[in-house]
C-alpha cells in the first residue's frame, strides 16, 4: 500500500493556481458537492480554505473539489457558522498552553499593530507572530486578534474575498451531509482521531468543539 498526501492520488490537469482558474472554478464547481465541502471546513475545523488547499476533478461532466492539506484541522478555532473562524496561532499541545475551553469571541477584535501597544501576557512564539504580521501592511490591515486564556487568536481572513478563499457557509444542507452530522457523536470522533492524537492537541476541547459546530450547522439548516 502507498501512504502519502492526498494530491498523490487524485489526478487532475486543472491547476486552481493559475490565473483565473480558482474563478472559473466557483463557477462550474457542482453545487451539492461544494456545499458538502464547506461544511466539511466548518465542523471539523479545515480553516485554511485558499485555493492552495484544493483540488479539482472533472468526472462524469461535473466539476467536484478535493480537499487536501488538511492538517491545519488540529488547531482550535472558534467563530459562528457564517464566519471566517479566529484560530490558535501555533498548535495546540497541552504542555504549550492552557486552553480548557474555547473562549466568547470577545466585543472588540485588533490589528496586530494596535494589540501591540498593550501589555501582553502570551508566549514568545505568539508575540512574535504579532510583531510579524504588524511589519507586513497587508497582512496587518486584513487579519485580526484577541487574547483569551493566554493565547494568541487570529482571524486569518478578516477582509474576506471569494477569490482568495472559501467562506465555510452553505446556503443548503445536502441530505447526505444531513444523515452524516445526525450521526456524528463523541464516540464516532473517538475512532476518527485516536488516542495518538492527544499528544498534539487539545483532545476533550477539540472533541467537542467539532460537536458544537456540527450543532450549529443542524440548527441553522432546521431553522
Known amino acids: 500500500d502507498q501512504t502519502g498526501s492526498l494530491q498523490l492520488f487524485v489526478k487532475t490537469?486543472?491547476?486552481?493556481?493559475?490565473?483565473?482558474?480558482?474563478?472559473?472554478?466557483?463557477?462550474?464547481?457542482?453545487?451539492?458537492?461544494?456545499?458538502?465541502?464547506?461544511?466539511?471546513?466548518?465542523?471539523?475545523?479545515?480553516?485554511?480554505?485558499?485555493?492552495?488547499?484544493?483540488?479539482?476533478?472533472?468526472?462524469?461532466?461535473?466539476?467536484?473539489?478535493?480537499?487536501?492539506?488538511?492538517?491545519?484541522?488540529?488547531?482550535?478555532?472558534?467563530?459562528?457558522?457564517?464566519?471566517?473562524?479566529?484560530?490558535?496561532?501555533?498548535?495546540?499541545?497541552?504542555?504549550?498552553?492552557?486552553?480548557?475551553?474555547?473562549?466568547?469571541?470577545?466585543?472588540?477584535?485588533?490589528?496586530?499593530?494596535?494589540?501591540?501597544?498593550?501589555?501582553?501576557?502570551?508566549?514568545?512564539?505568539?508575540?512574535?507572530?504579532?510583531?510579524?504580521?504588524?511589519?507586513?501592511?497587508?497582512?496587518?490591515?486584513?487579519?485580526r486578534f484577541f487574547i483569551a486564556q493566554k493565547v494568541l487568536w487570529c482571524q486569518y481572513h478578516h477582509n474576506y474575498q471569494e477569490e482568495d478563499a472559501i467562506l465555510p457557509f452553505s446556503d443548503f444542507l445536502p441530505n447526505k451531509a444531513r444523515e452524516g452530522l445526525e450521526k456524528l457523536d463523541l464516540e464516532r470522533l473517538k475512532t476518527i482521531f485516536n488516542k495518538d492524537a492527544q499528544k498534539r492537541f487539545a483532545y476533550d476541547v477539540y472533541l467537542n468543539a467539532i460537536l458544537q459546530r456540527r450543532d450549529q450547522v443542524l440548527a441553522h439548516h432546521t431553522a
Open 13 to 143: 490537469d486543472i491547476d486552481l493556481l493559475q490565473n483565473g482558474a480558482f474563478h472559473s472554478f466557483l463557477q462550474r464547481v457542482d453545487q451539492e458537492e461544494f456545499a458538502l465541502l464547506k461544511i466539511f471546513y466548518f465542523v471539523f475545523g479545515q480553516w485554511d480554505t485558499s485555493p492552495g488547499n484544493l483540488l479539482s476533478i472533472e468526472r462524469e461532466n461535473k466539476i467536484l473539489p478535493v480537499c487536501i492539506d488538511n492538517g491545519t484541522i488540529k488547531y482550535l478555532q472558534v467563530g459562528p457558522y457564517g464566519t471566517m473562524p479566529f484560530v490558535v496561532v501555533s498548535p495546540y499541545s497541552p504542555t504549550r498552553s492552557t486552553i480548557t475551553h474555547l473562549p466568547n469571541l470577545p466585543d472588540k477584535i485588533y490589528r496586530a499593530s494596535e494589540l501591540l501597544q498593550s501589555n501582553l501576557d502570551i508566549s514568545h512564539d505568539a508575540l512574535r507572530h504579532l510583531r510579524k504580521v504588524a511589519e507586513k501592511p497587508y497582512s496587518n490591515e486584513h487579519r
